[in-house]
């Protein structure tokens, strides 16, 4: 009996970052660092040890405002390579806080915080790009919104 297209139904949506594989173990850290990820495990590689002594990481999950996702290793990726095409969104109280400690942590501010119409279903919204290239929107929990993430 064939399935309708209609049948097929998934469970979870899991994030991956593709990272430049001798960045990886920096990655985690920072994701660690600036916005309170937890790890839930690693796989890492046989080889060697990074410079900085630590475990080459070949991926890693992270679990991250009640969501999960998967920093990975990517021997292909590009020297200073960026994320294209992916915007991560967390949401928060106090975004002036989250963005000033993901600044602390390596990433770079881009632009003003935004509120009213310009911003996540009229909430506030500012911008943060990690040293990985990644986009991340740190926005206000706003009851406007019809869409939720997780």
Do not use: H
């Amino acid at each position: 009996m064939a399935q309708t297209e209609g049948a097929v139904k998934f469970t979870a949506v899991k994030p991956q970052l593709m990272v430049k594989a001798p960045r990886t173990v920096d990655a985690v850290q920072f994701y660690k660092t600036a916005f309170g990820a937890v790890e839930g495990g690693s796989a890492c590689c046989p080889r060697p040890t990074t410079e900085q002594g630590l475990p080459n990481i070949l991926c890693a999950v992270l679990e991250l405002a009640g969501c999960s996702l998967v920093v990975y290793s990517d021997e292909s990726a590009p020297v200073g390579s960026e994320g294209i095409g992916t915007q991560l969104c967390l949401e928060t109280k106090d975004v002036e806080a989250a963005i000033s400690k993901a600044v602390r942590a390596g990433a770079v501010a881009e632009g003003e915080i935004t509120e009213g119409g310009g911003a996540c279903c009229g909430g506030r919204v500012g911008k943060v790009r990690d040293p990985f290239g990644y986009v991340w929107l740190i926005c206000s929990p706003s009851n406007n919104c019809a869409v939720k993430c997780c």
